[in-house]
């Protein structure tokens, strides 16, 4: 069973995001992910409605909606992917074109929050 920060800390290591010139920016948007979820959780706990909720709460703080969530959403899909969550949690992170132009987001499920 793998926690929160070793996940993170993994994602990082591996992802080649560390690389890239977004780095500083998608290490604190994950930062923030892992402690509002908490670093010790397991991963394989997760539910979609604590990350629908975190992405409601990205959504109200504005901003760059669809770089926020992006991190995010790789971050969740890498965990499925090699095997750390039995959940397909990326999905919830839908991001449309509308988040750009402040008019919504597709959480998933046909919920668009404005």
């Given at each position: 069973?793998?926690?929160?920060?070793?996940?993170?800390?993994?994602?990082l290591a591996?992802?080649?995001?560390?690389?890239?010139?977004?780095?500083?920016?998608?290490?604190?948007?994950?930062?923030?992910?892992?402690?509002?979820?908490?670093?010790?959780?397991?991963?394989?706990?997760?539910?979609?409605?604590?990350?629908?909720?975190?992405?409601?709460?990205?959504?109200?703080?504005?901003?760059?909606?669809?770089?926020?969530?992006?991190?995010?959403?790789?971050?969740?899909?890498?965990?499925?992917?090699?095997?750390?969550?039995?959940?397909?949690?990326?999905?919830?992170?839908?991001t449309s074109?509308?988040?750009?132009?402040?008019?919504?987001?597709?959480?998933?499920?046909?919920?668009?929050?404005?």
């Amino acid at each position: 069973m793998t926690n929160m920060s070793d996940a993170l800390t993994g994602y990082l290591a591996n992802s080649g995001l560390m690389k890239s010139a977004d780095a500083q920016y998608a290490q604190k948007e994950l930062h923030r992910f892992g402690r509002s979820i908490g670093w010790t959780r397991l991963v394989d706990s997760l539910a979609p409605p604590e990350i629908a909720s975190y992405a409601e709460g990205v959504i109200s703080a504005g901003g760059d909606i669809p770089g926020r969530l992006g991190f995010i959403k790789d971050f969740l899909a890498y965990l499925k992917k090699h095997g750390l969550s039995s959940h397909s949690l990326a999905c919830l992170l839908y991001t449309s074109d509308a988040a750009d132009e402040g008019l919504g987001v597709d959480l998933g499920g046909g919920r668009i929050i404005k």
